[in-house]
């Protein structure tokens, strides 16, 4: 315990309520921006539907409606500000509780709400998702060096993130809930938050291959 | 300072140190990495970061880091396609022309292997049905923008999404690999799952796609002497399969090539006699025996229909004729189902 490394490890330990909630932010971070990339894809559908349908009308009134290619850029912009908003929502989130408060079913039970139960599970699936893109992107590094020992360090990554980041910032922010003014609060948020969790979920996870 | 020491027989507790501090901080450091690497934050905190330090850099475009992949509509579409292949059949056997005209690639490709399942045949309310989907267009004009016409690229999107084939592609770059966006060229950079996904998708579906627009290796009238399947063995009286189909032919007639590939193999043996394997890609071979004449050697570029060797009666044959074998991936399959006009 009295060598130098240990001693850095154990200061560091010490302060890492200074930093550690950078990283659940920025994890949170990497998985929003996965599924936002996404949830463009989506937002042009909807777009470009409802062009097709008022396609008609405005060309009636002397109107041309735009074409599909013209819609790609709005769609992006429209998920960035979505992706903003959700990543200020759980930036609002972790400062708001303590570094690592006791995690309790009836201070749970008791803090039960629309935001209670929406949390958990947007957090979860986005911090995975964010695990998943650090592992690759360490595995992408090292590929070229030596491909199969990169895989498995890729998934260890993964593995090691989720577990120090994600779940620490999950217990973190579920552990921090207090009771609700209302049951109902959170509502607004919900739709965008488990928006967001599926598509961190469905894209930002390797099922895609695992299944078939 | 007396040190105090514990009853006899207790263990000293020691105060658990605060550790992991490193390990943490590390994947910390990563994580804010990947942040700035990828996402629209990132890159304006760099941005101005760079200000700060009074160095002048470009505005980064918030909205760089979104790819636009096929929108979830088209694969939605595409997927409805895939799924239902006795409707693409449908829409095959109600087009004009013949089998797979008036269907651009991979739906055209999508039903002829719906054919050669045998998932057809398309009656009227299906036909009916499927003509009242506006479907297809849709999808084909959206794939035409995204794709420019690259099938296997369409195809592998499909199998397996656009960012695990994007990191494939990165990665043949980094190792040098030429023409790295080809499919052949970055295969062996996706990961083992997606890989079985890809291949079951680009290669079964374009090797199926070859060996439904096969060239008959004899165009001669001539028949059939032995198809493919289970039979007694003429010279051996054994029950065994017939991996392909005997063409009964004189010898000297002109042998086609069915596809247009590589010669894999032009050589001699007991068995066979003299024979020719033809690789045509994607998994998709032809091999030729017991032939008089061998016009092509090992490693020759063959066109479809062109002639690569005299039919003949070497090797272990009971009389002229020509053993045409047609393999997709590992398995060889009746050549007669692929047969144009058959």
């Keep these: ?212 | 300072m007396s040190r105090r020491t514990p009853p006899k027989g207790i263990k000293p507790q020691k105060a658990t140190p605060a550790r992991g501090g490193l390990t943490d901080l590390f994947l910390v450091v990563l994580t804010v990495f990947g942040v700035m690497t990828r996402t629209p934050v990132g890159g304006v905190t760099l941005w101005a970061y760079d200000l700060a330090r009074g160095v002048e850099t470009e505005r980064p475009s918030l909205i760089a880091t979104f790819t636009a992949g096929p929108s979830a509509r088209v694969l939605a579409e595409l997927e409805a396609i895939f799924v239902q292949p006795e409707a693409m059949a449908g829409a095959l056997s109600s087009a004009q022309g013949a089998p797979g005209e008036g269907f651009p690639e991979p739906y055209r490709t999508a039903a002829r292997i719906a054919l050669a399942k045998g998932d057809g045949p398309a009656d009227e309310a299906l036909r009916a049905e499927l003509a009242a989907l506006p479907a297809e267009e849709r999808a084909l004009a959206a794939l035409d923008r995204l794709y420019k016409g690259d099938v296997e690229e369409a195809l592998e999107v499909y199998a397996v999404g656009a960012e695990p084939r994007s990191r494939a592609i990165r990665r043949a770059r980094q190792v040098g690999t030429d023409d790295p966006s080809r499919y052949a060229a970055h295969r062996a950079f996706l990961p083992d799952a997606q890989a079985r996904a890809a291949r079951a998708a680009v290669d079964g579906t374009m090797g199926l796609a070859k060996a439904l627009t096969l060239t008959w290796p004899i165009a001669a009238p001539h028949r059939i002497s032995s198809r493919f399947g289970y039979r007694i063995h003429p010279v051996l009286k054994t029950r065994k399969l017939h991996n392909g189909v005997d063409l009964s032919a004189p010898i000297g007639t002109p042998v086609l090539a069915a596809q247009a590939g590589e010669v894999e193999k032009a050589a001699q043996d007991p068995l066979n006699g003299k024979f020719i394997i033809v690789n045509h890609g994607h998994g998709v071979r032809s091999s030729y025996c017991h032939l008089d004449a061998l016009h092509v050697q090992k490693g020759d570029a063959v066109t479809a229909g062109q002639v690569i060797a005299d039919s003949g009666n070497t090797g272990r044959s009971t009389g002229p004729h020509l053993h045409f074998t047609l393999r997709v991936g590992r398995d060889a399959v009746d050549p007669e189902r692929f047969r144009p006009g058959g």
């Design chain 1, 1 to 212: 315990m009295d060598d130098p490394l240990s001693r850095l490890d154990a200061a560091l330990a010490r302060s890492r309520f200074a930093w550690i909630g950078l990283g659940q932010l920025a994890l949170v971070g990497l998985g929003l921006h996965l599924a936002a990339d996404h949830l463009d894809d989506q937002v042009y559908a909807l777009l470009s539907a409802l062009v097709e349908r008022l396609a008609a009308p405005l060309e009636t009134v002397g109107l041309t409606p735009s074409s599909p290619d013209d819609l790609l850029e709005p769609a992006a912009w429209i998920a960035l500000a979505l992706e903003l908003l959700t990543l200020l929502h759980a930036f609002n989130c972790l400062t708001l509780t303590p570094l690592a408060p006791k995690l309790s079913p009836r201070a749970y039970r008791d803090a039960l709400s629309v935001h209670a139960l929406v949390l958990p599970l947007y957090w979860a699936p986005t911090a995975l998702a964010g695990a998943w893109v650090v592992g690759m992107s360490v595995e992408d590094a090292l590929a070229p060096l030596a491909a199969g020992p990169a895989r498995w360090l890729g998934v260890i990554t993964s593995l090691l993130v989720a577990w120090r980041l994600g779940l620490s910032g999950l217990a973190r922010v579920v552990g921090g809930l207090s009771a609700p003014k209302s049951r109902l609060q959170g509502l607004l948020w919900a739709p965008l938050l488990l928006t967001f969790a599926v598509l961190a979920a469905w894209y930002g996870l390797p099922w895609r291959g695992v299944l078939s």
